[in-house]
């Protein structure tokens, strides 16, 4: 399935601002499409694991450079403003009717197992 044209704008953006990010997106998108098939889920939900983990980082270009790319570990407030990418990212998405199915997988894309 081809990639909606809104998904291409948001990715050609991350590229353009992080290289780096855009680079672990595409690595996650192909882990997730190999487990997504092996899961043997059908190929609408495929398609959606694969579209979902290219965006799943998508708000990080919202937050500050200085706490994304930080060197050392992240204090308690800059967890807390990191921890947002996953909103941000679901907010950007949710105007795109053609994105939407995947925004809540975004939204969670970070959380844990066990909450």
């Known amino acids: ?3 909606p044209r809104a998904c291409e704008a948001f990715l050609d ?3 353009e601002r992080d290289p780096v990010l855009h680079r ?3 690595v996650v998108a192909q882990t997730a499409g190999v ?7 059908d190929q609408r939900a495929i398609d959606d694991v694969v579209l979902a983990a290219e965006l799943h980082d998508l708000g990080k270009p919202a937050l500050p450079h200085s706490i ?3 060197p050392f570990a992240l204090d ?3 967890w807390r403003i990191m921890r947002r990418h996953t909103l941000i990212g ?3 998405l ?9 925004a809540s997988f975004v939204r969670s894309s970070h959380e844990r197992v066990d909450g």
């Not at 487990?35 to 889920?41: F, K, P, S, Y």
């Open 1 to 3: 399935m081809p990639r």
């Open 13 to 15: 953006m991350v590229a």
């Open 24 to 26: 672990h997106q595409e």
């Open 35 to 41: 487990v997504a098939e092996q899961l043997g889920l």
């Open 68 to 70: 994304v790319h930080k």
């Open 76 to 78: 308690e407030e800059e």
């Open 90 to 92: 679901e907010s950007m």
């Open 94 to 102: 949710h105007p795109f009717p053609e994105l939407r199915r995947v």
